[in-house]
């Protein structure tokens, strides 16, 4: 069984900073893609920024500039840097990992339970 605990949501002011974290554990071997998603209030999840395996990220267009996504393959983490907050990237953030995949899929995988970024003065 694969189990991601993410940690490192909170409270902000814009133009502030964040860094997020997603430890995953269980059975994981072989190439993998990782990712991290949102959801704001009264919105659908949407893809923020993924990374491959061997380390090539995307990004949503709306994150460009200022989230920086990485991940360590020796402990099976991934990170969100993110600066220059706003208050639309306010929204509960999930981590997911795609076994087996090169990129991140919009379903299935493994997610974690979700952490609560709020951007406001």
């Known amino acids: 069984q694969v189990r991601l605990v993410e940690s490192g949501g909170g409270l902000v002011q814009p133009g502030g900073s964040l860094r997020l974290s997603c430890a995953a554990s269980g059975t994981i071997s072989g190439v993998n893609a990782m990712g991290w998603f949102r959801q704001g209030p009264g919105k659908q999840r949407e893809l923020v920024a993924s990374i491959t395996h061997t380390g090539i990220p995307t990004y949503a267009d709306s994150v460009k500039g200022r989230f920086t996504i990485s991940r360590d393959n020796a402990k099976n983490t991934v990170y969100l840097a993110m600066n220059s907050l706003k208050p639309e990237d306010t929204a509960v953030y999930y981590c997911?990992?795609?076994?087996?995949?090169?990129?991140?899929?919009?379903?299935?995988?493994?997610w974690g339970q979700g952490t609560q970024v709020t951007v406001s003065s």
């Open positions: 997911k990992l795609d076994i087996q995949h090169i990129r991140i899929a919009p379903s299935g995988g493994y």
